[in-house]
């Protein structure tokens, strides 16, 4: 079976902090990929990685970078966290365009 | 750039009765997935469809995908408790495997 760790589940942060969300795999998947959910409007795409050391922005990534040094891990990083980043943060797998593996998730606050 | 619209955004209904779910993409997908979402859970896939026209079932479950391509179905057959979760859409799009979700059809079933 596929496996997707996300580092925590429940993080609480102050505004202004710096924010680092870990996700491992352990299936040597080379297409990494960062996803919130918000209610009503389902899973948005922060950033992708599809290699070591490469990374594509996704459809909402204003106030997030990446970093993959290692295949396996892909971390997302929130520069200077603010409210409007309180989200559920999804760390998925996709193994050559067919399903994506979902880590549990991270529901993060920032207050 | 490519959106996904999925609905209704809530469904309630009865135990026994059914359940249908509609996605509509703006531009032509290469495939769509369907993923359900337990309560507290992560996205799990249920199924990919690639072919125009296809139809898939998984015992109460079936899928549908549309001859143009840029739409899908998702109904459920006499629905059971176990049913309830939110059940996305994604359709794929470019390289790299990249989904771009529905926003998501929270289901709740009242035994």
């Known amino acids: 079976d596929v496996k997707v760790t996300q580092s925590s589940r429940y993080l609480v942060k102050r505004t202004g902090e710096k924010v680092f969300l870990e996700c491992v795999q352990d299936?040597?998947?080379?297409?990494m990929f960062w996803y919130r959910q918000d209610p009503g409007l389902g899973l948005r795409l922060i950033y992708f990685?599809?290699?070591?050391?490469?990374?594509e922005k996704g459809d909402i990534p204003e106030g997030y970078s990446v970093s993959r040094e290692k295949k396996e891990r892909f971390s997302l990083i929130l520069e200077s966290a603010s409210t409007n980043q309180t989200s559920m943060y999804l760390c998925?797998?996709?193994?050559?365009?067919?399903?994506?593996?979902f880590g549990q998730g991270t529901r993060l606050t920032v207050v | 750039g490519q959106q996904v619209m999925q609905i209704p955004q809530y469904q309630h209904v009865q135990e026994g009765e059914d359940f249908t779910t509609y996605c509509n993409s703006s531009t032509t997908l290469s495939n769509i997935q369907w993923y359900k979402q337990r309560p507290g859970g992560h996205p799990v896939f249920l199924i990919q469809l690639v072919k125009s026209g296809e139809v898939k079932k998984q015992k109460r479950l079936t899928f549908q995908f549309g001859e143009a391509k840029k739409n899908s179905s998702l109904h459920i057959t006499a629905t059971q408790t176990t049913d309830v979760g939110t059940y996305f859409c994604a359709g794929s799009r470019g390289s790299y495997g990249k989904l771009t979700f529905g926003q998501g059809t929270i289901l709740t079933v009242h035994p």
């Open positions: 998925a797998t996709i193994y050559r365009g067919t399903e994506a593996f």
């Open positions: 299936m040597d998947h080379e297409n």
């Open positions: 990685s599809y290699d070591v050391k490469m990374k």
